[in-house]
């Protein structure tokens, strides 16, 4: 009994440790994430890397020893069982076929493979797909020079026009920054955040897609660009790249007027875009300040110098600070300045009394002259170098498309100045800087499967062979993407790497399936004799592959299907493995048994040898 179970064991055992090793390194890309994809994909390496490890330990350790003690007994044959004596009788008629025409068998699957090309040329691109967050922000842009009435009339109207909507369950607006250092929101900048009723209480047939289009419609007024993105999203990527919108263009130079002029026509060809709902460049001018020009002659005959009218005009006007209040563990500052009914024009800023230190009492008009003068409402730097930026919001289109277009366009159609640079920001930043990394990571981690794959068959060509057949096992990944509409983003590249490592582990455990049922013929059998154990190994996996599958399809179909919270994400990381599941075991069914029977089959039968009386 003991013999029996050492001897199954050292069958499958070895093919069961390499492949679950292989599954491990297949998730090496995923380590290699950073910033956001990594924070959110690195437990999910974490656990799998962990579970597999641990699987292939225990699959060579702990599990022969419980074969031996849990299967006693009669152990009936496989065709005992109805079902796998079904999947049997299915498949011995499409691996004779095989076995017939091998060559036929690649040149489907290398033509399956090459339909691949359409859904590829259709699916877009993305970093991450939009969370349904439960609320949504709505951060439109005025232009500057927006007095603080017209702000406040502007975020009422808005408020109200969102309010009549019959999912929204309540609006609350802000205008500028907020009671805090770390806003340097403007004046002209809304925030508004929406709350939503619960879904229950929507009206019949509406989405949370449909929903935005139909505030878009609603709130349309002069002046405003709307953006409506999620909260914590939006955070994030304010935090991370200061970009509000999906897609920030950077314009940066040392000539404000020129980055003015090349924003704004940055604006005009992003808004021709197809999906660009809005964009909005940042203006370098329309700012209103107040410029007192001191005159230092007139200042000297009354006795004060540049430095006394300056601090008369910082203190009266500006503000300052002379002592501080403790109230109770709270400390308040006491500033002194003219109240607002004084300073509230030029012709009263000119009107300001002025002590001279001969005791004159003349006004602030005498000595300087008061004027308003216009200049940009915000300086941003990008990396040392004055920069302006460009807001677009994305709907109806994938990311990736949308800036590849834009790009083209503004590469053709906007006239840069010599030192001005353009840089693309927003999420479409993180999208590239994930796929760069990918396109490093990804090739050496094939490189380190393709060498244990050599080390576990000992041949280059066993290992070429399930190198070069992984492509066929991702067609279904990629025919499920395109007809459930998802964008490729970095979920969906966790799914297919998820799939390559399964697919790997059903190509080394039939090609070891082969190898022994050829090891258990002749040393050098003819062609008709690798047919057999070609077909031989292959009917031996109809009820493991059954079984595979099956478990793989039981545990990801509730993802793809599910709802809530994270689902968005989730159910684009199942997608690619339950489409791999419908080409994934065609390929170690029938693929690797045909190429593997052109692989070993003699060209010419063996010369028999002479056998001496």
Do not use: C
């Not at 419980?66 to 069982?81: S, V």
Request: charged share 20%; proline share 7%.
């Amino acid at each position: 009994h003991w013999q029996v179970m050492t001897q199954a064991a050292a069958e499958v055992g070895p093919a069961l440790f390499f492949s679950l090793l292989i599954i491990t390194l297949s998730f090496i890309p995923v380590f290699t994430l950073e910033a956001q994809e990594g924070r959110l994909f690195a437990p999910l390496a974490f656990t799998k890397t962990y579970a597999m490890g641990a699987a292939a330990i225990l699959s060579v350790t702990l599990v022969p020893i419980l074969m031996g003690w849990l299967i006693r007994g009669r152990i009936p044959a496989e065709q005992a069982n109805p079902v796998n004596r079904w999947l049997t009788n299915i498949y011995r008629p499409a691996i004779d076929w095989t076995m017939k025409r091998p060559k036929a068998v690649l040149l489907i699957a290398a033509l399956v493979f090459a339909t691949t090309a359409w859904p590829l040329s259709r699916l877009g691109g993305e970093f991450m797909p939009n969370l349904d967050e439960g609320d949504l922000l709505y951060m439109p842009s005025a232009l500057p020079g927006l007095s603080a009435a017209k702000a406040s009339e502007l975020l009422q109207q808005t408020d109200r026009l969102i309010k009549t909507v019959p999912e929204v369950e309540s609006v609350f607006g802000k205008a500028g920054r907020a009671e805090t250092a770390t806003d340097p929101a403007p004046l002209e900048m809304f925030e508004t955040t929406i709350q939503f009723k619960p879904r229950d209480q929507w009206r019949s047939g509406m989405t949370p897609e449909r929903l935005v289009d139909e505030l878009d419609r609603r709130v349309k007024l002069p002046g405003l660009a709307n953006i409506w993105v999620p909260p914590i999203r939006n955070r994030i990527d304010m935090l991370a790249t200061g970009i509000k919108s999906p897609i920030g263009v950077k314009v940066s130079g040392s000539d404000l007027a020129e980055l003015d002029r090349i924003a704004h026509d940055v604006e005009t060809v992003a808004r021709s875009v197809p999906g660009v709902s809005s964009a909005l460049a940042e203006r370098l001018t329309g700012g209103r300040y107040v410029d007192v020009d001191i005159d230092r002659a007139a200042a000297a005959r009354f006795g004060l110098n540049i430095a006394d009218v300056q601090a008369i005009v910082s203190g009266a006007i500006g503000g300052e600070t002379i002592g501080e209040t403790v109230e109770g563990l709270a400390r308040y500052p006491i500033s002194v300045r003219y109240p607002r009914e004084l300073r509230d024009s030029l012709e009263r800023l000119r009107a300001l009394p002025i002590l001279t230190p001969a005791g004159q009492q003349i006004t602030l008009g005498t000595v300087a002259n008061v004027s308003i003068a216009e200049g940009p409402p915000m300086l941003k730097t990008e990396n040392a170098r004055p920069s302006t930026w460009v807001y677009v919001d994305v709907r109806g289109r994938d990311l990736a498309s949308v800036v590849g277009d834009l790009q083209r366009a503004v590469a053709k159609q906007v006239r840069l100045s010599p030192g001005v640079s353009i840089a693309y920001s927003g999420q479409f930043e993180y999208l590239e800087r994930a796929v760069d990394r990918l396109k490093l990571v990804v090739p050496a981690t094939l490189l380190i499967i393709f060498v244990l794959l050599y080390l576990i068959f000992g041949r280059f060509d066993e290992a070429a062979l399930i190198m070069g057949t992984l492509p066929f096992a991702l067609t279904g990944g990629i025919w499920t993407l395109y007809l459930l509409g998802f964008n490729q983003s970095i979920a969906t590249g966790v799914g297919f790497i998820a799939l390559a490592g399964v697919s790997a582990e059903f190509g080394v455990v039939m090609l070891i399936y082969l190898k022994n049922a050829l090891a258990e013929h002749t040393a050098n059998p003819d062609a008709a004799e690798v047919e057999a154990a070609v077909r031989e190994g292959a009917l031996l996996r109809v009820r493991p592959k059954a079984m595979t599958v099956a478990v793989i399809l039981a545990g990801l179909l509730p993802i793809l299907l599910g709802s809530g919270a994270g689902s968005e994400v989730m159910s684009r990381i199942a997608a690619p493995m339950i489409g791999g599941m419908l080409t994934a075991p065609l390929l170690s069914m029938f693929v690797l048994p045909a190429a593997y029977l052109l692989l070993r089959r003699p060209k010419t039968d063996p010369i028999p040898q002479p056998v001496s009386s």
